[in-house]
C-alpha cells in the first residue's frame, strides 16, 4: 500500500497502472476547477469558491485543507457529496477493532496532518476493504481509477478523515498511554519523578529525621537555634534574588515582529488540558477562536479524560470548528495533567506546541509573536514564555494577592532570568516549544504535578535555553482559601519533586546548567519551600517567647536572638516582596496597593500551611494531582487596554 500512495503522490498516470497494483489515493491535489461540481451539489457558488482557493494558495495550501478549514461545508457533507460524486460507498463509522494495522502504523497515521490517507478493514463477512480519507485528493485521477476497475471500486469505502482518526485513535490507545506513562522513565529514568527520592536521598532524610528529633529531645534550645539558621538562610537567599531582580530593572515589554507571508508560517499545534470545565467550555472556545494564524495550519487539541462525562458533553453540546479536535485520554494512573499532555503530544503534527489552560484567554498575536522569536533564533531556543496577567484581582484579597505575586514573576523575575541565560522555571501554561527539542527531552513527566518547572529545568541540562515574550494570557486566579491553598500545595510538591529530581546527582547537573543556574535552582525550588515552612515558625517561635516572657519568664539570650532573628526575617521577606511586585505593576495596577500591604502576613501564613501540607502529601500521596476548579467569567471584564498590556 505504501508504495502505492507514493507512486500516486509522485504524479503517476493512473492508466498505467494495473488492478494488481492496488488503489491510488494520494496525489497531488486538485485545482478549485475539479471541486466545482460537487461543490454545486452542497450549494456553494464558484465565487466563494474562487475566494476559498484565493486563501489557499495565501497559506500554501490545498484548495481541499482550505475549504474544510473555512467552515463553509461540514467534513461530512464534503465526503458523502464525494462518494456520491465517484459512484463510492460511504463508510459513516468503521469498527476500531477491525482495522488492519500494525501498532507503528497507527502512530504515525495520528502524527501525521490529516490523520490516515488509506487503510484497511476487514468486514463482517471476513472481506478486506480499503477505506479512503483522502486529504490532498486528485479528483481526476480518482474517476478514473474507479472507471477502469469497477469490480475493485466495489471494496472501497470512502469515509470522513476525522471518523478514520478517532477509529485509529481508540486502536491505539495502549501504544498511546505507555508513551504517556512510560517515555521518560524508559529513556532517562534518573529525569523522572516517578521515584520519588532516590536511595541517598532516602538515606539522608531518614537520618536527619531521626537526628533531629534526638536532638529536639535532648538539646530543645540549640535544636530550635539550629532550625532557625536553616531557616533563615533560605528566607535570605530568596530575598537577595528579589532585591537582584528588583536592582535589574525592568524590560520593555514591546512585542518583536515583522512582516510576513502567511504561506511561510509553519503548522502551529495547541494543547488545553481540561478536567471538570464543563461551566468554562464556552469561554474557552471564544478565546480560542481570537487566536490569529492560517486556520488551515492551526491544530487545538481538547484533552479530556475520559471519564469526564460533564466536561465531554459540554464539548459535544458545541459546534466544534474543523481545527479543533477532542482527545479522551482512558483512565489510568498516574491522572496528572502532564499524563494527559503526554498522551496527546504524539497527535499533533505541528513544529510548534502551544499549551494552555482551559481559563486562559490569550491575546491573540501570541502565536505569531511566539513564533518569530524562534525564527529569530537558533536551534537552542526550545522555549518562550508568554506572562500571565490576572483579570480578576479586584475580586478578593486573595485574587489581589495573586495578581501580585504574578507581576513580580512575570514581568520581572523571568525576564531578569531570561536576559542572563539562566534556568527558567516556566510557567504552567502559556509555554511555546519547538517540538523537536521538547520531543529530544522526553516531553512531560506525567508524575510530576509541576511538570512546566521540571522541563524547564531538563531543557537546560539538556544545552538549551527558554526565553520570555510579551504578547500576555490573561487568566483568572483563586478568590478563596479553599480553592486557593490546595493550589499552592501542588505547586510547592512540584518543587520539591523537581529538586529532588534534579539534585540526585547535584555534580552533573551543576556541570550541566552552570554554578549560577544551580544557585538559582537551589532558590527557586527548595528556597521558597523552605521559605514558606519557615514563616509558620518564625510566627510560632515569638508568639511562644511572647507567651512565656509574658508570664513571667525569663528572658534569655538565646530568646532574645531567636526573637531578634524572626522578627528581620519576616520584615526584609514583607519589604524584597513588597517593593518587587510594586515595580512590576503598570500604573493602572497601583491603586489599591496598600491593601496588599495590610494582606501580607495572612497571605504568606497561607503559604506557609500550604507548604507543610506539602510536606505531608510528599509522603502519603506524592503524584496526586489537586484541581484547581474555575468557574464562568463575569460578562464585564477590564480589557487589555486598560490592564496596561
Known sequence: MDHLVGKWESGSNPDKLNESDGLPVALCP???????????????????????????????????????????????AL???????????????????????RERQGLAA???????????????????????????????????FVARYPRASTRIRVVQPTVLRDAISVRSQKALMRIATEKLFTIAPEMSARIVANAWQGAVLGAVTVSLAFAALFAPSATLLALHVLFSLAFLACVLLRVMVRLGGRVSAEPRMTTVRPAE????????ALYKEAEIVPDLLVALGRIVWPRAKLEIKLVCEQDDEETLAALRAQELRPYIEVIEVPPGVPRTKPKALSYALPMTSGAFVALYDAEDRPHPFQLVEAWHAFRGADERLACVQAPLTISNRRESWISAMFALEYAALFRAVLPWLARRGLLLPLGGTSNHFRRSALEMVGGWDPYNVTEDADL?????RYGYRADVIF?????????????????????????????????????????????????????LFA????????????????????IHWYLGGEFRPTESILLLVDVLNVVLGHVAFLLLGWSALHKTEKPGFWKCILWMPAYWCLMSIAAWRCVWQLYWNPHHWEKTPHRRRNRVRVSLQKTGT
Open 456 to 460: 524547564g529545568a531538563r531543557l537546560h
Open 527 to 546: 528556597g521558597m519551600v523552605f521559605s514558606a515552612l519557615a514563616y509558620s515558625v518564625f510566627w510560632a517561635t515569638a508568639l511562644g517567647i511572647g
Open 471 to 523: 504578547n500576555p494570557t490573561q487568566e483568572d486566579a483563586p478568590t478563596d482559601i479553599r480553592t486557593w491553598v490546595p493550589q499552592r500545595t501542588r505547586w510547592f510538591k512540584g518543587w520539591v519533586q523537581t529538586w529532588l529530581v534534579h539534585m540526585r546527582d547535584p555534580a552533573a547537573t551543576a556541570r550541566e546548567i552552570g554554578l549560577l543556574s544551580f544557585i538559582v535552582m537551589q532558590v
Open 110 to 144: 495520528l502524527a501525521r496532518r490529516g490523520g490516515a490517507r488509506v487503510s484497511l478493514i476487514v468486514d463482517e463477512r471476513g472481506q478486506s476493504i480499503v477505506l479512503i480519507a483522502p486529504d490532498r485528493l486528485n479528483i481526476p485521477a480518482l474517476r478514473a
Open 265 to 272: 508560517m509553519p503548522v502551529y499545534s495547541v494543547l488545553i
Open 79 to 101: 465526503f458523502l457529496a464525494l462518494a456520491k460524486h465517484m459512484g463510492l460507498a460511504f463508510a459513516a463509522r468503521p469498527d476500531p477493532d477491525a482495522l488492519v494495522m
Open 30 to 76: 486538485s485545482p478549485m476547477g475539479d471541486w466545482l461540481p460537487i461543490l454545486r451539489s452542497l450549494s456553494i457558488d464558484e465565487e466563494e469558491a474562487r475566494r476559498v482557493d484565493a486563501r489557499a494558495r495565501l497559506a500554501g495550501v490545498c484548495f481541499q485543507t482550505e475549504l474544510l478549514s473555512s467552515g463553509l461545508v461540514s467534513e461530512r
